[in-house]
């Protein structure tokens, strides 16, 4: 009985130092993303959408570094994403975060007017949008995040 204490206890603490060390890459990763001047998708490994999102962005004259993370949650939350307004992946590209398959107009729009903004998103995953599958079916809303509040950026 006890060395099952003592076994417990020990997978514990290597299970809590390989959170924290996950933790931490993200973020060492989440700030070189915000000083490199180029975008940085951070995605999961098993997205395949996201792949898409990725050559969308590529194809649209971007240098994107992509960056698989099993740790998505410290990426909306270093950027303060409510749930609601969270996608597959997370974009950055200077101070800015661009959130899901957001159309490449409105990442154009957002990198030429510099608006006071944390950023931009496109909840959910709609057909159609950059990287995913489907017809389009309406209009696009994308709206913008700052300090928690949340404002319409553009339609597309």
Not at 29 to 53: D, H, L, R
Request: proline share 6%; with cysteine; hydrophobic share 35%.
């Amino acid at each position: 009985m006890k060395h099952t204490k003592i076994f417990f206890v020990i997978g514990l603490l290597l299970v809590s130092v390989f959170i924290m060390g996950c933790s931490n890459n993200v973020s060492d990763k989440i700030n070189s993303a915000k000083e490199a001047g180029k975008i940085t998708v951070f995605k999961s490994p098993s997205c395949g959408c996201c792949v898409g999102y990725v050559e969308e962005l590529r194809r649209n004259g971007f240098q994107v570094e992509v960056v698989e993370t099993n740790n998505m949650q410290a990426v909306k939350q270093e950027y303060n994403i409510p749930s609601n307004m969270e996608s597959c992946h997370t974009t950055v590209v200077g101070d800015y975060f661009v959130e899901g398959h957001v159309p490449i107009e409105a990442v154009n729009k957002l990198l030429e007017e510099k608006p006071q903004i944390d950023g931009i998103t496109l909840p959910r995953m709609p057909a159609g949008s950059p990287g995913m599958p489907g017809i389009k079916k309406e209009p696009f809303r994308i709206l913008s995040l700052s300090d928690g509040k949340i404002d319409e950026f553009m339609e597309v």
